[in-house]
C-alpha cells in the first residue's frame, strides 16, 4: 500500500493541474492507480483483524523477542525503535503503538477510500489534490507493517527472514518519524488517548 501511494503521489505531482489535455491523457492510467489503492485498501481491512488478532494474543515477551530479532537483522531499526519509544510512546510499547494502528486503520479504511476516489475526481476536474494518503493513516500503515513483522516473528518462533524483508520500508519510514508528520500524528492515531 505505501509503495502505491509513492507511485500515485508520483503521478500526481509529475503532472501540471492546469494542464487538462495531460492530465486527461492520463485518465486511464490514474484511474487504474486508484482502482490498485482501493482493493489493497480493501485487503488491508480483511487482513488486520488478524493481524490485530495474532498482536492481541502474542505477549509482551514474544513481541519484545521479536523486536530484539528483527533490530538484530537491521540495525537501523533498532535506532528508529529506541526514538519512537522514547519520544512518543512510552507508556504502551512496541505491542501498543502497533494495537493502536490496526485499531486506527480499521476505522479510517473506508474513508481513507473515499478520499482517494475524492482526490482522483477532484485532479480530472482540474483541482489540485493532496498527492499522499493523510498523514495519519500513512503513519499507521508503517506501524501497522511493523506489526506485520513482528507477528511473522512470533507466528514463526523466530524466523525473521521473510519479516526482516517486510520490515525494511517499515524501518525507514520509522527513522523519519519526526520528519514525515507522523510525530503530529500520533494523537490522532490514538484518538487522543495517550
Known amino acids: 500500500m505505501l509503495s502505491l501511494d509513492d507511485l500515485w503521489t508520483a503521478s500526481v505531482e509529475a503532472l501540471d493541474p492546469h494542464d487538462q489535455a495531460a492530465i486527461e491523457s492520463q485518465r486511464d492510467e490514474l484511474s487504474e492507480l486508484v482502482d490498485a489503492m482501493d482493493t489493497a485498501l480493501v485487503e488491508l481491512g480483511d487482513k488486520l483483524p488478524e493481524l490485530r488478532m495474532v498482536l492481541d494474543a502474542s505477549t509482551g515477551e514474544q513481541v519484545d523477542e521479536a523486536v530484539d530479532r528483527l533490530e538484530a537483522d537491521r540495525p537501523d531499526l533498532a535506532l528508529a525503535m529506541r526514538e519512537l519509544l522514547h519520544e512518543h510512546v512510552v507508556e504502551v510499547g512496541v505491542r501498543g503503538i502497533t494495537l493502536f494502528a490496526c485499531d486506527f486503520l480499521l476505522e479510517e479504511c473506508a474513508a481513507e477510500r473515499d478520499e482517494l476516489r475524492s482526490k482522483l475526481q477532484r485532479l480530472l476536474a482540474g483541482g489540485e489534490p493532496a498527492a499522499d494518503l493523510r498523514p495519519p493513516f500513512r503513519c ?20 525473521a527472514v521473510l519479516a526482516a524483508a517486510m520490515v525494511v520500508p517499515a524501518s525507514d519510514a520509522l527513522l523519519k518519524w519526526n520528519e514525515s508528520g507522523c510525530s503530529e500524528s500520533w494523537q490522532i492515531i490514538t484518538r487522543g488517548r495517550l
Not at 499507521?140 to 524466523?159: C, D, P, Q, R, S
Request: glycine fraction near 16%.
Open 140 to 159: 499507521a500503515l508503517t506501524l501497522a507493517k511493523l506489526g506485520a513483522a513482528i507477528a511473522v516473528v512470533v507466528a514463526t518462533h523466530g524466523g
